[in-house]
């Protein structure tokens, strides 16, 4: 005899054709097809399709939110960096010596408990001296024994300025006077370089040289994107095994 099915029953319940106001059909087609299986009571049924719609709206919302610019990414990229800056008093470091770098670099790395949230780079040579900077976002986690981990929509900005001096610091004077040479380093003729880089979602989106952009999907612009990322790791790996 057909009665009332017994308590913890699953009863198949087909889902509700939503109208024309509701999501888009095709994302309920699959779902209209089959059917979802319940518990045989009022509030459970209730919840369930709740959490159902819920999830379905919020799809919608977020489809239909207008997609940020590159120059408002950009922006957001800056502010995210000077934040980083502000809380740097917090953070604790970590100084190394970079033993793989022929010239002699140190690299310091500031995080936020186990986080990474910035790394900054020193070299000098006879000709140069470089200091280079890496932010990664708030939400970073990861070790560097994982790569894909750590360049998950990470790294947000890195920052590179190159002093390249007139002549190498052993050329004195002295020295150049006897080449017969009027030409000497001098220091207030250093020049200096400025790169920027713009990451976002693990993908370079912007590079400035100076006050020049460097066009984008060049074999150059490929090729440094991947630069950077070596760097970075191989900085964020010595800053954890030493």
């Not at 699959?30 to 719609?53: A, D, E």
């Not at 040289?209 to 999907?217: G, L, R, S």
Request: hydrophobic letters at 35%; a positive charge; glycine letters at 4%.
């Amino acid at each position: 005899m057909r009665g009332a099915p017994s308590r913890g029953a699953k009863i198949p319940i087909r889902l509700a054709v939503i109208s024309r106001s509701g999501p888009p059909q095709q994302l309920l087609g699959p779902l209209r097809r089959k059917y979802l299986f319940l518990p045989g009571t009022k509030v459970s049924r209730f919840f369930t399709m709740n959490k159902l719609l819920v999830v379905l709206l919020s799809f919608v919302l977020l489809s239909s939110c207008k997609k940020k610019t590159d120059a408002e990414i950009i922006a957001g990229i800056r502010k995210d960096c000077q934040e980083i800056n502000r809380n740097l008093k917090e953070d604790s470091k970590k100084q190394v010596d970079d033993l793989i770098s022929a010239s002699g670099r140190t690299i310091t790395g500031y995080y936020n408990g186990d986080d990474i949230r910035k790394i900054y780079s020193e070299s000098y040579t006879d000709t140069n001296r470089v200091f280079t900077t890496y932010y990664f976002d708030q939400e970073f986690s990861g070790s560097a024994d994982d790569l894909l981990n750590i360049f998950s929509e990470r790294l947000i900005y890195a920052e590179e300025e190159d002093f390249i001096y007139n002549r190498s610091q052993k050329y004195t004077e002295e020295v150049a006077r006897a080449h017969n040479d009027s030409v000497w380093y001098d220091d207030k003729k250093t020049r200096m370089i400025q790169d920027q880089y713009f990451f976002k979602s693990n993908k370079l989106i912007k590079w400035m040289v100076d006050d020049k952009e460097v066009p984008a999907n060049t074999q150059v612009f490929i090729d440094r994107e991947s630069a950077i990322w070596a760097q970075s790791a191989l900085f964020l790996k010595e800053l954890k095994e030493q």
